[in-house]
């Protein structure tokens, strides 16, 4: 069934073709014999571009190994000697060296015999199984398994994982990424390689699209599959003569909010500090926005404060949400027993402190809050 939606971000493809290249081969892997020619019939093939992520990729069905890993050009021996010096470098500058590292769809171990020289703790995982027995007749610690939703590695979690040439295959990409991140330590980097559809393009090379290949990665739209599926972008590289992009990732870590907390009751402890040097009712808060109704509502000093000012007549003769102050127009002020002012309106603070300095000249005080503590203006 041909596809209409993207199968990195589900959004729609654009509604024509980008391209249409006719009687390609049907798979790159299947050679058939002499008896199976008959059988074996040309396909046309058509790219489409992602009308949201921009990813380029064909809407054709996957051949029907996508989950093997099928290589030779890992035994030349230029191959070999490219990528033990990448490997080095690649373990010495994230000091990966005696930590768990995984292969994600490694074959029958080709990259593996190079990496294991680099001295990580190195596992592997494939789903051929022809493929992960010659693997494991060679000691090469290999589970067979494909990163489908809900998979867990054995041994994991893993510290760093590589993944090369193969992500182009993933029919469920996002799925794919995102169960090779659960399966990663917080701190974990990673080594993804695709084709490099760039070169691709600027050369004009229709004969790099092949039906194993789902999908058609630029720099750019490599990137944007990555972080869209929990990593960060460190460094990126063309290499092998420009035919493949190289990107060292990590997983995005977690944002930590703590911070909020405590400046919560820094903030709250400054605002308690400053009005119960006033007597009651004497302190108003100029300010009904939304940084002001947070601040009012978390702070608990809703009993303190006699009254919220705000020049918007929509606000006013209101409540504050939550914390249940009354809103008034500033001109309140002319009248009322109030000698300190709070101003929590921002970007605004300074023109109001202009217009209470101009305007008020009963208001002996005015402060406003910066960051989680006030300043006299």
């Not at 070999?80 to 060296?97: D, G, I, P």
Request: aromatic content about 10%; some cysteine.
């Amino acid at each position: 069934m041909l596809r209409k939606f993207c199968r990195v971000c589900k959004q729609p493809l654009v509604d024509e073709p980008l391209v249409k290249l006719k009687n390609m081969p049907a798979s790159a892997q299947s050679l058939p014999s002499e008896d199976e020619l008959v059988n074996d019939k040309p396909i046309d093939m058509m790219l489409f571009q992602c009308s949201g992520c921009g990813v380029v990729q064909h809407n054709s069905e996957p051949v029907s190994y996508y989950r093997e890993v099928i290589r030779a050009t890992a035994v030349s021996s230029q191959m070999s000697l490219f990528r033990l010096e990448q490997f080095k470098k690649w373990v010495s500058k994230y000091c990966l060296a005696s930590k768990k590292v995984i292969e994600i769809g490694c074959g029958r171990g080709e990259y593996m015999e190079i990496m294991k020289r680099t001295e990580v703790d190195l596992y592997g995982l494939e789903y051929g199984a022809d493929s992960v027995l010659s693997c494991q007749t060679r000691n090469l610690s290999v589970e067979k398994g494909f990163v489908d939703r809900d998979l867990q590695i054995t041994n994991a979690p893993f510290d760093a994982f590589y993944i090369l040439n193969f992500l182009e295959h993933m029919p469920d990409i996002s799925c794919n990424l995102r169960t090779i991140a659960v399966n990663l330590t917080d701190e974990a980097v990673g080594l993804v390689e695709v084709p490099n559809f760039d070169m691709i393009l600027k050369e004009s090379m229709f004969s790099e699209v092949i039906a194993d290949h789902l999908f058609y990665f630029t720099e750019s739209s490599l990137r944007n599959t990555m972080e869209l599926n929990g990593f960060e972008v460190i460094a990126t590289q063309k290499i092998w003569s420009d035919y493949i992009i190289s990107m060292e990732v990590r997983k995005r870590p977690k944002l930590n909010l703590s911070s909020f907390v405590s400046s919560q009751a820094e903030l709250t402890e400054a605002l308690n500090v400053f009005i119960e040097q006033y007597p009651e009712n004497t302190v108003a808060v100029w300010g009904a926005g939304h940084q002001s109704l947070a601040i009012l509502a978390m702070a608990n000093i809703e009993n303190k404060v006699a009254f919220v000012v705000d020049s918007a007549e929509f606000k006013q003769n209101k409540y504050t949400p939550a914390s249940h102050i009354p809103i008034y127009p500033p001109k309140i002020l002319k009248n009322s027993s109030v000698e300190a002012v709070i101003i929590i309106a921002g970007g605004f603070s300074d023109e109001i402190t202009k217009i209470i300095r101009r305007d008020y000249a009963s208001i002996s005080t005015v402060v406003k809050v910066c960051g989680v503590g006030l300043m006299y203006a």
